[in-house]
């Protein structure tokens, strides 16, 4: 792994842990869609957190299936006591009968998969699941359903692997946590 940015505090989880995850995840997931034809199972990454974990899912699925975006912010002030969540980017795709399957990053307060949860309800999919490599059962104010999980976490700032601060740190190859000191600045 190498000396650690300064900024790093430890790794929470390392490359293979995660690859293991992601691998039981994807077969978990195929066997689930086994039987669906690829215009009919879409893949909905939320942008930008989970896209290195969508790119190691989408690989290792088994089972024909599309890809798709959609862009939100949430993490303005604002949104942590309040719950709103802003729609930046949406689908290209009509998702009116088709299995969709959203794929997070981070499952945080529930704000933000409570409203994609509605969101994609309200175009009438086939069926409608959830796959979220990181949850912070300590942080949640929504219950929401989770089909997918990879890893509960404690309250910790994390980044790698997708997940950020500032636009810093996506691409480290491990999940860890930031030191308190930098994002309490």
Avoid at 4 to 10: A, E, G, Q, V
Avoid at 34 to 46: H, M, P
Avoid at 98 to 112: F, P, W
Avoid at 133 to 139: N, Y
Wanted: net charge neutral; hydrophobic share 45%.
């Amino acid at each position: 792994m190498g000396v650690l940015p300064d900024s790093i505090d430890y790794v929470l989880l390392d490359e293979p842990a995660i690859a293991r995850r992601v691998a039981a995840l994807a077969a978990q997931i195929s066997a689930d869609y086994r039987g669906i034809r690829n215009e009919d199972f879409t893949l909905v990454g939320v942008l930008k957190g989970s896209f290195i974990f969508l790119a190691d899912l989408a690989r290792r699925l088994e089972v024909p299936h599309r890809v798709d975006f959609i862009a939100l912010s949430s993490y303005a002030e604002k949104a942590e006591a309040t719950g709103s969540v802003r729609l930046i980017m949406d689908t290209r795709a009509d998702m009116a009968g088709r299995h969709i399957l959203i794929v997070e990053d981070i499952l945080d307060t529930g704000y933000t998969l409570d409203y994609l949860q509605r969101l994609f309800m309200a175009r009438q999919p086939a069926s409608l699941k959830s796959c979220v490599l990181l949850s912070k059962p300590e942080r949640r104010r929504v219950d929401v359903k989770v089909d997918y999980l990879g890893f509960e976490i404690p309250d910790v700032w994390v980044v790698g692997y997708g997940l950020d601060f500032a636009d810093r740190f996506r691409t480290l190859p491990y999940i860890a946590a930031l030191k308190p000191r930098v994002y309490r600045k």
